[in-house]
């Protein structure tokens, strides 16, 4: 099966993600598309895998992640979760501070330790991979209408 690319334009639509958003990503090598240089310049587009990878930034910066943070994040994940771009995995994760330093852990979610570590005052961020798939999905099919 043929991969689908996307332009720089229609991955900010997709996503939601700023033109400029997606340039920052691109040149701090967040988020690596593929670049051909053409005759007068050079052509960038987004893969299905790039625009997973936008939608889960832009949700964790949504949520009040600073931009280091889910830069982070996005780094362990790839490295963790290899089935990170697969629609059909439900991978369910949450990153919640370390009670006793000041870093951040991604593990498995589990709604016990959830609930204990809000009791204690601690932030905890889903990290519903399916969900993110569920919701570019739908984006998809709404642009694929549009387009």
Known sequence: ???TFF???QAAEITGCSLRQLQYWRESGVVVPVIT???TG???YYSRSNLVELAAIAYWLSVGLSFELARETLKTLKEREPEFFSPSQRVRLMLYR???EQSFDLVEFDSSKAIA???EGLPVVPVWLDVIHQQLEVRLKDWGKCA
């Open 7 to 9: 332009t720089t334009k």
């Open 98 to 100: 370390h009670p006793t």
């Open 117 to 119: 570590l809000w009791a």
């Open 1 to 3: 099966m043929q991969e």
């Open 37 to 39: 240089e053409t005759g």
């Open 42 to 44: 050079r052509s960038i």
